[in-house]
């Protein structure tokens, strides 16, 4: 099918829940996707931080390829190998050593929530504003955005917003009800927030004196995202909750859980539960997308090149002067503009370059880890191009 037969089908078949873009993808190899019409764009969306390894890793298909031969599904009544390795090597890489897993970063952040109300039998929950959770129910609720939960009320009780980046608010909103605060380290949909030094560091010291849980939503900045494995690293701040999704398996669906021992086993069995959560499959997909992450130093090509982006960048911005602000760690960056910067999307990619915009004038930057200095220098071009025409 060419492009517009399959935007025809779509129109008439798919709920209408996304702005998308004119193309189709139908195939990609590390940073670079190709469209239906044979046309190459660089990513720099990846699948909106999950193709952290790059398309088509060779080790990440051939994981998925093997595994799906033997078995594909079991259910949790069983033991599954993989599973068991996987939450192992979480252990390693991560401040935690009991893991959870499920599907999505909705569902992870959910578990996340249950996982605090049955550790410190306390209901309420305090989240950020402009901050974004998921889109179920109580994962809706959770994000602090009322544009997102408009009509789609009435809203889980027991979570109160404070602004982002100020520990007095949150040490004013903890009551004895209080079981955590749930944050995510760097705010993504948001607009690419980074909190000031030494921001995540007061909250933890905030929530260890008033005995709350400190929950950290690392759905789009772990795996290498902001130049270590994990945000939590970046910021060297252990949080007692992890919730994790999007790169965890190179692009096959999978969330996890993670927590210290001692939260870790609160659940008993039956507390919670997921019925394709750490399939055979997504299991063989994130083991080996964990491994290649820790094979080809990622974290650490996220930090140079994420430095070496952002460079680039602020030599625009001292260019052109719509260009607000230029901010991020690691290859997760946003550019702020100051204009609505849909069209720039649209510009950037008619030239061959796959960008996506966030909270209306953000330009997001999440390439895949394994993008190249090159590549980055395309891209930096192609911008500079289309903003010497606005
Ligand atoms: C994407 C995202 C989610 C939601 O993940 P889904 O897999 O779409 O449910 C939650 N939290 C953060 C920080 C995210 O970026």
Redesign the pocket.
């Known amino acids: 099918m060419n492009t517009q037969e399959i935007m025809d089908l779509d129109k008439e078949y798919v709920m209408h829940t996304y702005g998308r873009q004119p193309i189709a993808l139908q195939k990609g190899k590390g940073a670079v996707v190709w469209d239906v019409e044979g046309k190459s764009y660089i990513d720099c969306v990846a699948g ?2 999950v193709n952290n390894v790059g398309h088509a890793h060779p080790k990440v298909v051939e994981a998925i390829c093997k595994q799906a031969k033997n078995l594909i599904h079991t259910s949790n009544l069983y033991y599954i190998e993989n599973q068991a390795v996987l939450a192992r090597k979480l252990a390693e890489v991560s401040p935690h050593n009991k893991a959870f897993f499920c ?7 959910e578990g996340a929530i249950k996982l605090a109300r049955k550790y410190t039998g306390k209901g309420e929950i305090i989240t950020m504003k402009n ?6 129910i109580t ?1 809706l609720t959770a994000t602090g955005q009322v544009k997102y939960q408009k009509g789609f009320g009435p809203m889980t009780p027991g979570f109160k917003y404070v602004p982002y980046c100020n520990v007095n608010a949150v040490a004013d909103a903890i009551t004895d009800e209080t079981a955590a605060v749930l944050v ?1 380290p760097v ?3 948001g607009g690419v927030i980074v909190p000031p030094e030494g921001y995540l560091k007061e909250l933890k010291k905030v929530c260890h004196e008033k005995d709350v849980l400190l929950i950290f ?5 772990g795996f290498g995202r902001t130049g270590q494995m994990f945000a939590s690293q970046t910021f060297d701040v252990t949080p007692d909750i992890t ?1 994790l ?2 790169a965890i398996a190179g692009g096959f ?1 999978m ?1 996890a859980v993670l927590a210290g021992k001692e939260v870790g086993e609160t659940f008993q069995p039956g507390d919670h539960a997921a019925t394709f959560g750490g399939s055979p499959l997504a299991c063989a997909a994130a083991n080996a997308s964990i491994n290649t992450i820790i094979e080809e130093n990622l974290p650490e090509k996220s930090r140079e090149n994420g430095a070496y982006f952002k460079n680039k960048l602020e030599t625009l911005k001292s260019k052109h002067d719509i260009i607000k602000e230029v901010r991020g760690v690691g290859l997760m960056i946003g550019v702020e503009m100051n204009f609505e910067c849909g069209s720039l999307v649209d510009e950037m990619r008619e030239n061959g370059i796959i960008a996506n915009c966030t909270a209306g004038n953000v330009l997001r930057f999440v390439p895949p880890l394994v993008i190249s200095k090159e590549q980055i220098d395309t891209v930096v071009s192609v911008l500079d191009e289309v903003l010497g025409d606005h």
């Open positions: 909106i931080a599907n999505s970063g909705a569902e992870a952040n901050s974004f959770h998921g889109r179920t994962t995510e705010q993504g949909e939503d690392e759905v789009q900045t919730s999704a999007k669906p969330g």
